[in-house]
């Protein structure tokens, strides 16, 4: 990484974190890692620096609170990301057929990137709406009602679109 | 009455009067995350477009998007109330069919035959009346009575309909120890499982000192299977903020945080919305209603993690640490977040809190039986033909959920396994259908009510591969923090993994007992020491098959040969490990 892309990912940290003090009535650690993995979508090296900065917390203390909770990811995602359910309502109604399907269409064997960085896999334990599972979640859209079929419709759609 | 309520009710009234009595039609449309699931924002905006295009002059409507009527199998549901007439619900509406709804329906003032669910408030030959309708019928709705009714975004519909009534009530008559005594009368239970009393729960924090205390509202709801809590906030934000804030006036607090899951756009989105219009409206703040009781609330997000809806999990995250629960004592009533006395109530719980104030504690505590006051609020998925969100009196059995509630196991199949209370409350047999559902006669028969979350399996599910998927969820959620829960749930989903394929030995279940005590007695927190109890509870109703997967090595339905998930802890790169000479290694 360049080190104009380092100081982009700083600068656009800083207008996270920035933004977030302002909306805010507490600001903590998990607070302002959730403003940065939301402004760049993963925590790169530089976003933890810079919460550990604006925070008045080690770097290591900041690193603790980002690795516990699995919402983050600290690689940049694929262009789009696609969270498929696994909680027991989904599994019970078919996921890990729609998983299946979509980790062969993705060239994929668990959760990770396509070989083209377009679009992310990942799992998610529970997206709220187990009243219509198999639930996917694209981007932040949930999709209610999945079938093999239908995801791989929807892959195929966010492979045309630009985002 | 405070003057300052009367001039927001007089103007909510009027509102309100125009809306449902006025000579628009009024659409509403089911938004909760059950109806956007499946297109109810299409549907919206292809009902705008067609009435853009309908020629305005002969169609005068209002779209409203509303919560979630609880109906989540016919979503998205569309409730069209012409001038002077009934409320047509019509279901499972998608934007192709917009067209022809607003053509049969606003048009030509017709009812689409093929989409329509009912009728509500009047009648229309040859349309059943939703109260006719068994999922509609059995329901008491109390924490839900606004749900799917009114726009969740705008407080002057709450108001319209008896919101803040009760904190009216409350500010201008009663004395904290009036308002906690009623929650007393009422025999409400705490509904996020524990079922703890909650006036006895209050006490403690009202006789913790000052000045900031806090009363913490749980909406981390993490298990799968129910969504109670999300849809509460969804489709009525304002019951839960003003239960909120008479729990507040009750125990002396002086402030309030929702907790809420990241990612849950519609529960948090609304849930601010409806704290900034109560602000504006003067029903928090400083000096609320004129009563000089000031009280402020907050919204809390959390990352992704199943124990933070442990209590002390919870201060521990909305202090932005990593969400491990704390040793107790002391308890959180004398020391809780940031260190100040703190009580922690479910959604549910504090969405009953107004109408118990409202109409008295002696009138909730009728509902129910036994010990089990008031309505349990059920989320059915799975197997089941009626899914949604119903709320019930208690002491219904679980054969008429159901049967008639849930309207029986679709595809003529029949029931075998109920998988209740979430992935730690373990699964019930189609022989414990005559149980009712009460706190403690679903404890007696094997399992917990819990969250209010029932999964149903039919004939074709194998209860060792649905205890694998309860286990690798609870072995995935365990934060790590003590070790029985932490290599306990590794060794059972090891073990669990090699019966599911066929290489069980034949003391692994003698074995997972084992682990399953060890795990019980020495674990912090309910994660750990409830985490058993999917296995117990599936070798005391399943033990067939698990015997036919140890003996004859294989799956008795089938269903162990799928793929399963095998979720990874995203771990951070290299870089986090050598930043010890950094500049900001050392705390500034």
Redesign the interface.
Known sequence: MSTQDIATLRQRTQGALEAHRKAARTVTVLSCLLAAHDALGYLPQEAIEEVARSTDHTINDVWGVASFYTNFRFTSPGEHTVEVCWGPTCHLVGAMNVLQAVQEALGLQGEGETADGRISLKYNTCLGACSQAPVIRSDEHVLGGMTPARALALLASLRHKQT | MTEAYQALKQEADRRWQTLAQGERSWIRVGTA??G???GAVEVIYALQEELRRARPERISAVVSPVGCLGL??A?PIVDIKLPGGPRVLYRNVSPERVPALVEAALVKGEVLSDLVLGTLDGKIEGVPEMTDLAPWRMQTRVALRNAGHIDPHDILQYIANGGYEALDKALSGMTPQQVAQEVTTSGLRGRGGAFFPTGTKWGFLTGSRGPIKYILCNCE???????ND?GILESDPNTVIEGIILAGYATGASNGIVFIR????GPISRTGRAIAQAYEMGLLGKNILGSGFSF?I?V???????VSGEETALME????????PRARPPFPAAVGVWGKPSNINNVKTLAYVPEVIRKGGQWFSAIGVNRSKGTAIL?????IAH???YEVALGITLRDVMEKLGGGIPDGRKVKIL?TGG?LGGVLSADKLDTPVDFEAMAAAGAILGSG?I?Y?DET?CAVD?TR??I??CQ??S?GKCFPCRLGMTHLLDIIERIRSGQGRRDDLDLMRRYGETMQAGSMCGHGQLGFNPVRSALTFFMEDFRVHLEEGRCPTGSCQ????????????P??YT?IA?P?????
Request: hydrophobic share 30%.
């Open positions: 995350i059950c956007r699931s499946v989540c199998y979503e709801e993490g298990d799968p299977g129910a969504y999300k990241h990612g849950n756009e402020d907050e809390s997000l959390v990352g992704e993690s199943y995250a909305i202090e932005g640490k990593r969400a491990m989320c059915l998925s799975g197997h899914r949604g969100m998988q992935p979350g999964i399996g599910v649905l998927n309860l690798a969820f995935f959620e934060c799928q793929m399963v998930a095998n979720p990874t802890r995203t771990r951070p790169g870089e986090a930043v950094h900001y290694g050392a705390r500034g």
